[in-house]
């Protein structure tokens, strides 16, 4: 009668675990989220009602007890070590022939894979069981931290493979995912409790949580590196190791390249650009010799590896002191705190302005001027101020209040419910404002007028010469020669470009227009929707949601603008003074429809500019896109293409050099 039933509790426990390897090693889930709850609910239910079935490594014994004399010491059988490191292409160099000299010339096939910035882990499985999991601790005794291991769902609790050495002892990083530190610091937040300053901590701070009920709530991941004791070895080779992990049904660090020294140079630089894109945080390379003999036979120096290095990455984070809190006053009004630094290198370059977005922000990192503060830059994002560095407060700093009137033209400050923003009410008033707008008015994207950049537009407002957008066409000459020390011939050109300028585009003028948050692809869907500008103003609510891309807020701020009077009269006034455009030809595209295709653009082109051949493509009907994913249909990549050429050549993507993409288009 309960065989049936021991034998439904080891089909369920079998495919729970299958579940959970689909989705955690091999990212690849076969079912829903609800699918595997009813799973495990059904296994739970059965469990309770036959407690002697329950096996500890049933997929419902995750969360243990605590252990009630805090964390036991752990001696490693092989020792952790960490790695040396190297800084640029010359160290880089230098590592590769130190190594290649003591292998007497041989030249060894090289690995290279994400440095993960979390903490290292051993985990070891005794026939097949996870029997212990230890942190790193000096390299050679850590703490013991099984119960809190156990808890996280991509550490399988049995290896899978059909033949397994008795002791495999598995080396890897306990991290959190970026959006997982990001929801995790919200719950805290929301619940009042401290959060942490990043991932890396969280991580650190989760898995030595002594309550494992806790740990089962914090969403730590697991990526193996290594191997520590082994009864027998798993592989010739470091790449072969890591696919035998992954089919024991552990998640291996994935991105490894192997190949010859320049193979891992251009997997540096490759990796650095994508370092960002990534869902969790990377501090550097880690190289190794690929072949575990010739690992052996270089042995080791102090507490690292001969046969590795660390090639790190810029650090993204670095400490400085804020001069000054200054407001800006954005295009739309919007006011944003700026911090002034002093000058610090960070993220590869030096900065001295950061952004602390909004005064909800301020009030929360509770950050003044005069403090010490930590700086992030990423990427090409905008470099932010990420905390303070509390304990060097010493002085009584005043806080920073937020203002309640504009500081450039002293209108009323706004907030919208729900908004953090704050922005300042006087519109075009605003000396600011109209600024930004004006800027945005002439820039590249928009009515792209040339010779007429900040500083010239800054003077002219600055004269009483420019209110609005259609001043401009209104200018002469004389006005423009003296200011700036502008000579005749000059200002005689930026008359020319400003008069050019008025031949444009629908899609040009909707962008230069500056609606809240129409950006130039939306205003080009807009532009080829609607086709004429009368259409589009007079277009009503549900006219506008027809539109691809242009969601319920988009389409309340495109009528929230031509509702304006103002607005209204700006339109009329640029109209008059001669902006003009040709409607877009509804039809006949000369070329091969290319209707919901993403196409992406890589490397230099020749003939034309990468701007200019996305033009064309999307004219064709392509969506044109900045990354690559398996939803790319083609890549046309020219000379220095890297790690998005890459990318489609992994994913079986077609790609096209520039020619082949010239006659394509024929
Ligand atoms: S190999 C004997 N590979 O970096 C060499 N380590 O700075 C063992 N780390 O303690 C390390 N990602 O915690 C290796 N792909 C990777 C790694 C990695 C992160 C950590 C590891 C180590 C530290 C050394």
């Known amino acids: 009668m309960t065989e049936p039933v021991r034998q439904r509790i080891k089909v369920l426990s079998e495919q729970i675990r299958q579940h959970d390897y689909n989705y955690h090693v091999l990212d690849a889930p076969t079912i829903g989220d609800s699918q595997y709850d009813a799973l495990m609910a059904e296994l739970l239910a059965l469990e309770a009602d036959y407690p002697d079935y329950v096996r500890s490594d049933s997929p419902t014994q995750r969360v243990g007890a605590k252990p009630d004399q805090g964390f036991q010491e752990v001696t490693h059988r092989v020792p952790m070590l960490s790695l040396d490191n190297v800084f640029d292409a010359e160290e880089f160099s230098q590592f590769v022939a130190r190594v290649t000299d003591r292998l007497d010339g041989l030249t060894p096939e090289w690995t290279a ?70 929801a995790m ?47 027998q070895p798993l592989a010739p080779t470091h790449q072969a190791t890591m696919a035998a992990l992954k089919a024991m049904g552990i998640p291996v660090n994935p991105g490894l390249v192997v190949g010859d020294a320049v193979r891992i140079e251009q997997a540096y630089r490759d990796l650095l650009e994508e370092r960002d894109q990534l869902p969790y945080e990377i501090d550097g390379m880690v190289i190794k010799v690929n072949r575990l003999d010739l690992q052996t036979s270089l042995g080791f120096v102090a507490r690292a590896p001969r046969y590795a290095s660390a090639w790190k990455f810029p650090a993204q984070e670095a400490a400085t002191r804020i001069i000054a809190i200054d407001v800006q006053v954005g295009r739309t009004g919007a006011i944003t705190p700026v911090a002034r630094l002093e000058p610090v290198f960070v993220g590869g370059v030096t900065v001295s302005n950061a952004t602390l977005h909004n005064f909800d922000e301020i009030s929360y990192l509770d950050v003044r001027p005069g403090d010490r503060v930590m700086v992030r830059r990423a990427g090409d994002v905008i470099p932010q101020v990420v905390r303070v560095l509390a304990d060097e407060r010493t002085l009584n700093l005043p806080q920073v209040v937020m203002p309640l009137a504009c500081p450039v033209c002293a209108s009323p400050i706004e907030r919208a419910p729900g908004e953090a923003v704050i922005r300042c009410s006087g519109g075009l008033v605003c000396g600011a404002q109209r600024l930004e707008h004006l800027k945005h008015f002439v820039s590249r994207k928009a009515l792209d007028i040339e010779g007429v950049g900040e500083k010239l537009l800054e003077l002219l407002i600055a004269e009483g010469l420019l209110h609005s957008p259609a001043d401009l066409f209104r200018l002469s000459s004389e006005q423009l020669v003296g200011l700036d020390r502008m000579a005749e011939k000059s200002a005689a050109n930026v008359i020319e470009s400003i008069q050019a300028a008025r ?164």
């Open 185 to 231: 610091n919200a719950r805290l937040l929301d619940a009042g409790e401290k959060t942490f300053v990043n991932p890396r901590n969280a991580a650190a701070g989760s898995l030595r949580q002594l309550d494992p009920t806790l740990v089962a709530q914090r969403p730590l991941s697991f990526y193996a590196y290594g191997t520590g004791e082994l009864s």
């Open 503 to 666: 031949e444009t585009t629908l899609a040009r003028f909707l962008f230069a227009l500056g609606i809240r948050d129409v950006g130039e692809a939306t205003a080009r869907t807009l532009a080829q929707h609607f086709q004429t500008l009368d259409a589009l103003m007079a277009a009503d609510f549900d006219a506008l949601l027809e539109v691809g891309d242009v969601g319920p807020i988009v389409a309340s701020h495109i009528q929230h603008f031509f509702a304006s009077e103002e607005n209204r009269h700006v339109i009329q006034d640029l109209m008059d003074s001669g902006v003009r455009w040709t409607e877009p030809e509804p039809t006949e595209r000369k070329g091969p429809d290319l209707s919901g295709q993403t196409w992406v653009l890589t490397g230099t082109l020749e003939t034309m500019t990468r701007d200019e051949a996305a033009e064309v493509l999307r004219g064709l009907g392509a969506k044109v896109s900045g990354s690559v994913s398996a939803k790319t249909t083609v890549v046309v990549a020219g000379p220095g293409a890297g790690s998005k050429l890459t990318k489609a050549e992994s994913l079986g993507i077609q790609v096209m050099d520039e020619q082949g993409l010239l006659e394509f288009l024929k």
């Open 113 to 182: 894979e994400p440095k993960l910035d979390g903490l290292a882990l051993s985990i070891r499985y005794e026939q097949g069981n996870l029997v212990q999991a230890a942190t790193r601790g000096d390299g050679q005794s850590g703490e013991d931290v099984t119960a809190n291991v156990r808890t996280i769902r991509s550490i399988p609790l049995r290896l899978m493979a059909d033949s397994i050495p008795e002791i495999v002892e598995v080396r890897g990083e306990v991290i959190l995912k970026k959006a997982d530190f990001d």
